[in-house]
């Protein structure tokens, strides 16, 4: 499946495998590919390959390859993460001297540059986080957890024009049987909202409603989250039509008994909607939401009372 003369780069002495498809019937050929992947693997010192397996649509195996031998600088890296997965300041410090040296031993190491960028930004240090991610991305560039951290930066300093770029391409690189793929796409439309521009982030919004959530994510209110968002983009966007159906889809459809974000937001944008649109009842629709905790449709209560 894989044209090792298409992969290897003689300049860099790496293999660089793009994102692609193969389409095939046999699960021998995916063991085979993924055996054959590994073993190359063992003979360097960075890198992440990751791959999955769909049948029928839905992922029935997946994997994510990196290196795994005794070479200096893989070890640091390892044991550096495992020391990442513990809590306490002590192991913070222990994690961030073997990622020092992990990358004093092989400076193009991306992901132990994207681990101690994760870790600059735990302890504080925004200046050193954001170059570490900078190193990252330029080493790995076509992998998309270094974009997806160096835009939260760009947020925080309010630069969305700059967190969109690399949130393009973290959606660009990534698939989506990636939670990396998804929280891009959620944080571009935000973005987006963010700057004013609601025609952008439309079709952002209008794809992350048709995602297939996952318990974990209703019980998160993810869903909620994003009709609520949705339903203001429709507002701005004049489609108030369009949002009085998307949400009534969003409540009547799903149960929300389970999550922990309450409904009061979609039910103020909803009642919003149904006074834009001139559709009755949207006075009780408000007293929900007022009784849900929305104080914004506590105050519009008594400005129409």
Known sequence: FINLEAIFQADQLSLLIQKHSFAH????????TVKLIQHASQFAVSGRIY??????GSVSASVVIEPDNDHGSVRHYQRAVGLLESEGMQKQEEALELLNHAIQAHEGHAQALHARAE???ELGEKDRALEDYTCSIRWAPILPEGYLGRSRMYIEAGQYEDAIMDLTSAVKFGIPHQSYYWEARQMKAECFMRLGDFRNAEPEWRLLSRRNFSPKDHQAGIPLQIATRYGRTLLENGKADEAIRMIESMVL???HSQSTVPLADLLLIRGLAMKKAG????LSVLREAARAGSEQAADLLLTTA
């Open 25 to 32: 019937e046999f699960d021998k050929s995916w063991r085979n």
């Open 51 to 56: 791959g999955w397996l769909v049948e029928e």
């Open 119 to 121: 870790l600059w930004c």
């Open 253 to 255: 459809e799903n149960d």
């Open 279 to 282: 559709k009755k009842g949207f």
